[in-house]
């Protein structure tokens, strides 16, 4: 498709419980990034993917998150035990980038993780 | 540490008032600025990319320029349906493309 497309808008879990968002980057585009959004404006990068090998891990909470792009499905970013922090918005991006995964990103319309 | 700070946090005007909004960064290697509009509920939409001092951009009432320290994002005769928040963000080299973002500054405009 022409947007990037994110499933569910909503999520609501309680603490403990898996959560698990799906994307749907541009057709064409080769990075996939995901980024977190916590209160206002504060975006937090968490892992990028080049196709489906993963291109930059740095930002993942790697104990209970974990993300990936398989061929021909939609990328997913599952958070095992949910915990209350975790509550944010999260965002998919996709970018037809050249080299080494530089240049704009497309975001989607989000996914809001509510954990109570 | 990277750091990317945007200013100011709040900006009111009445249509037809143009200003400008600054984003202030400290970056090593950059390999480009970003700038990006997003309207509550929604992601950002990205509106330019800018590579190296001294280049500008625009698009419609939006122009935006690039020093070697800071962006602006210039706002001519804004309308009310210019009032969003505006994120400035910037991707460092051998870096993976991660982009690292600024605070926003919240934009409202009154007709």
């Known amino acids: 498709g022409e947007e990037v497309a994110q499933t569910p808008k909503h ?13 749907a980057p541009i057709k064409g585009h080769s990075y996939v990034f995901w980024y977190q959004q916590v209160l206002k404006n504060e975006f937090k990068f968490l892992i990028s993917f080049q ?36 509550s944010a918005v999260y965002f998919c991006a996709s970018s037809p980038m050249g080299s080494r995964g530089h240049g704009e990103q497309y975001f989607g319309p989000g996914t809001r993780l509510t954990v109570t | ?19 400008s909004l600054n984003c202030s960064y400290t970056v090593s290697g950059l390999r480009g600025l970003f700038w990006y509009r997003q309207d ?3 992601g950002p939409e990205f509106l330019f990319t800018l590579y190296s001092a001294g280049e500008e951009k625009e698009k419609e009432r939006l122009k935006a320029t690039l020093t070697k320290k800071e962006s602006f ?36 405009v009154k007709p």
């Open chain 1, 11 to 23: 999520l609501v879990r309680g603490e403990g419980q898996k959560a698990k968002l799906y994307c």
């Open chain 1, 51 to 86: 196709n489906e090998n993963v291109f930059d891990e740095t930002g993942m909470p790697k104990e209970r998150f974990s993300a990936k792009c398989l061929p021909n499905s939609p990328c997913s970013l599952e958070i095992q035990a949910t915990k209350l922090e975790d």
């Open chain 2, 1 to 19: 540490e990277d750091q990317v700070t945007q200013s100011p946090e709040a900006l009111r005007l009445q249509e037809g008032e143009s200003s």
């Open chain 2, 73 to 108: 994002l210039h706002i001519t005769a804004p309308k009310p349906e210019d009032s969003a928040t505006y994120l400035c963000a910037v991707q460092r080299g051998n870096q993976g493309g991660k982009l690292i973002f600024g605070q926003g500054t919240e934009l409202s």
């Open chain 2, 40 to 42: 509550p509920g929604k």
